[in-house]
């Protein structure tokens, strides 16, 4: 094929979505200008509804578009672990009964090591918990556990399980 013929057909491609586009901008003026005709005979409080649900309806959208394309934004990556120091509160349950509440504060111990201090109305409890970079856990005393943070409320929640045991917590 020559050129000529290439340009001609992007020309006649170019020129026929023109054209539709047009059409469908014309479309909606008349029918804007319809809308508004038939709204000039309802009372302003009826006006003024209509007008206010639809702009909180486009306002809903262009909210619903910003926050979807936010969350495509890669985030860098970060360790789990550093959220894992701190004081919590415990709540053991034994077969899915809460059985007792305790205070615990989790402090980095050496390496992938961490020591819960858990406190009670008896003595202290020192517990050495495993950790690895995905946020799991490992404890002789609590079994095997899982790490998860929640940014939107900086929150963190650590739940061990082990045998009809489960301890829960929360800071």
Known sequence: MSDDSENGWVEVLFSGIWSVLQN????????FTAGWKLMAGLSPLIRGLII????????????????CSTDDV????VNLLDYLPGTYYVSIQYDGKEQETKTAKI???????YRAI??????PEYILIQANEEGKLSSQSLGNGKLHYNHHLNKVTVIFEKDRYVW????
Do not use: D, Q, W
């Open 168 to 171: 829960k917590m929360m800071r």
């Open 24 to 31: 469908l901008f014309e479309y909606f003026v008349a029918l």
């Open 74 to 77: 890669e985030t860098p990556s």
């Open 52 to 67: 206010t649900f639809i702009t909180s309806i486009c306002l809903g959208v262009i909210t619903l578009f910003f926050h």
């Open 118 to 123: 858990m406190v009670s109305e008896y003595s």
């Open 107 to 113: 402090e980095h111990y050496s390496g992938n090591e």
